[in-house]
T-cell receptor
Framework: ETGVTQSPTHLIKTRGQQVTLRCSSQSGHNTVSWYQQALGQGPQFIFQYYREEENGRGNFPPRFSGLQFPNYSSELNVNALELDDSALYLC?????????????FGSGTQLSVL | AQSVTQPDIHITVSEGASLELRCNYSYGATPYLFWYVQSPGQGLQLLLKYFSGDTLVQGIKGFEAEFKRSQSSFNLRKPSVHWSDAAEYFCAAGKSNFGNEKLTFGTGTRLTIIP
């Protein structure tokens, strides 16, 4: 049990729709990262939020956006869904400010785009 | 560009046998290195990490990994596997001072254990 919770666990959408995924970070963590894991692949870094601001972004288009709230919970929003967006989306939290800290991952949201 | 390579997509070993999972990295400088395990339908659990110092790193569940700078490798080992070790294993690398941010993952190695 990592203390990082994601909702919903599963979601089905159709192409062109918009989706919001939610993450509740481990208590005390001030940084949240989002990863996309396509079937049979390793997770790919989408972006990271630190103190409510984006702090780095991977190779994902602008239709992937996020928010981090004062209580360190977070949202991942994806607009204009495409079939290739079908994947497991993982949220990870950590405390930025100390070295050697590790990421705590949630169990993910499985998104299917039809 | 940074990259992490796991050459073995799938490995099958007998219960009680030894295990080695390979990982190679390509980074501008020595990265921070991690091994994660993922069971079906689950998130990622950290097995061990290398930041600096001793090149042989001990982790949870009896796993260890050895950092070899000359070979750009960080292979995961276990002397005797248990049926519960069957899972997907991911090697990852990061480059920030905090070491845990913006990780680059390999494509994973699926481990099957046979009786």
């Amino acid at each position: 049990e990592t203390g990082v919770t994601q909702s919903p666990t599963h979601l089905i959408k159709t192409r062109g729709q918009q989706v919001t995924l939610r993450c509740s970070s481990q208590s005390g963590h001030n940084t949240v990262s989002w990863y996309q894991q396509a079937l049979g692949q390793g997770p790919q870094f989408i972006f990271q939020y630190y103190r409510e601001e984006e702090n780095g972004r991977g190779n994902f288009p602008p239709r992937f956006s996020g928010l981090q709230f004062p209580n360190y919970s977070s949202e991942l929003n994806v607009n204009a869904l495409e079939l290739d967006d079908s994947a497991l989306y993982l949220c990870a939290s950590s405390w930025r400010g100390r070295t050697n800290e590790k990421l705590f991952f949630g169990s993910g949201t499985q998104l299917s785009v039809l | 560009a940074q990259s992490v390579t796991q050459p073995d997509i799938h490995i099958t070993v007998s219960e009680g046998a030894s295990l080695e999972l390979r990982c190679n990295y390509s980074y501008g400088a020595t990265p921070y290195l991690f091994w994660y395990v993922q069971s079906p339908g689950q998130g990622l659990q950290l097995l061990l990490k290398y930041f600096s110092g001793d090149t042989l790193v001990q982790g949870i569940k009896g796993f260890e990994a050895e950092f070899k700078r000359s070979q750009s490798s960080f292979n995961l080992r276990k002397p005797s596997v248990h049926w519960s070790d069957a899972a997907e294993y991911f090697c990852a690398a990061g480059k920030s001072n905090f070491g845990n941010e913006k990780l680059t993952f390999g494509t994973g190695t699926r481990l099957t254990i046979i009786p």
